[in-house]
C-alpha cells in the first residue's frame, strides 16, 4: 500500500518549508494540490519536478475516486495546499476523510491495528504562528476558520462571542473590517491580537480592542491574510 503524505508548506516564507518537506515532495509520484499554478511557484524555487494534480473545494467525486485509486496501485502522493498545513480550513481535509474511510478504518474500527496510509510531515501553520506570538493563554484554544460571507454569518459571530476561551479565526482583505464590526458590536471590550501577512515581508501586528484595530487598519493600505486571535472572555 502507497502512502498519502500531508505535507505543510510555508505561509509566506520559502525559507520556513522543511528539508523533510522538499525531500518528501521530490520522491513521491504525484503532489496534490489546491492550485497548480501557486505550488508550481514552489517546486520551482527548490528544483523539484514532481508532476502535480490539482485537489480543490470544487473536485468531485470522480477526482476523489482517481486519488485513492492511485494510493491503491502503490502510487505515493504528497498533498499541499497553497499556504500552511493542509486541512485546516483548507479543502484537503475531505481527500484525507476518504483515503483513512477507505484504507485505514477495519470493520471494528480498530485503526491502529491496520497499516497507515496517510502520514503528516508537519511545518508552518498560520493558527499556530500567531497564537505562538499573540501573549494570551494557549493550552485551550477553539479554532472556527473563516466566517461565512452570507449564510450563517451573524449565528457565526454570534457564537464567537459566547466562547470564553481563546478563539482564532481566518479573514481576508476584503471583509477584515467588516468583521471586526461584528466582534466590536458584541465584545466591544474584548483584547484582540490581529495578524496580518504572517511571515512575509509586510508582517504586521496589531493588538487592542476591536474599534482600537479598525483603527489602527482603516489608517494605512488594508492588504494581505489576516488571522484574528481573540483574547479569553
Do not use: W
Not at 57 to 80: C, F, M, N, P, R
Not at 123 to 129: E, K, M, Q, T
Amino acid at each position: 500500500m502507497a502512502t498519502l503524505f500531508v505535507v505543510a508548506t510555508p505561509i509566506g516564507n520559502l525559507s520556513d518549508l522543511s528539508e523533510r518537506a522538499k525531500t518528501t515532495l521530490g520522491l513521491v509520484q504525484t503532489v496534490l494540490c489546491e492550485d497548480t499554478r501557486v505550488t508550481g511557484k514552489l517546486l520551482h524555487h527548490f528544483g523539484i519536478r514532481t508532476p502535480m494534480m490539482s485537489y480543490h473545494q470544487h473536485s468531485g467525486d470522480d477526482k476523489t475516486k482517481k486519488i485513492l485509486d492511485l494510493l491503491e496501485q502503490g502510487h505515493d502522493l504528497a498533498l499541499v495546499t497553497d499556504a500552511g498545513t493542509p486541512g485546516i480550513s483548507d479543502p484537503g481535509g475531505k481527500l484525507v476523510e476518504a483515503v483513512v474511510n477507505r484504507f485505514e478504518k477495519s470493520a471494528d474500527k480498530i485503526s491502529y491495528l491496520r497499516e497507515n496510509v496517510v502520514r503528516p510531515v508537519p511545518g508552518p501553520s498560520a493558527v499556530i504562528a500567531a497564537l505562538s506570538i499573540a501573549g494570551v493563554p494557549a493550552d485551550e484554544f477553539l479554532f472556527l476558520g473563516f466566517p461565512p460571507n452570507k449564510k450563517g454569518r451573524q449565528t457565526y459571530f454570534d457564537r464567537l462571542a459566547l466562547i470564553e476561551s481563546t478563539a482564532v479565526i481566518y479573514e481576508s482583505t476584503h471583509r477584515i473590517i467588516k468583521s471586526l464590526e461584528e466582534i466590536n458590536k458584541r465584545t466591544p471590550s474584548r483584547h484582540l491580537v490581529v495578524c496580518r501577512e504572517l511571515t512575509k515581508l509586510h508582517e504586521t501586528i496589531y493588538r487592542g480592542t476591536a474599534a482600537e484595530v479598525t483603527a489602527a487598519l482603516t489608517s494605512t493600505s488594508i492588504k494581505g491574510e489576516f488571522v484574528i486571535v481573540l483574547a479569553p472572555l
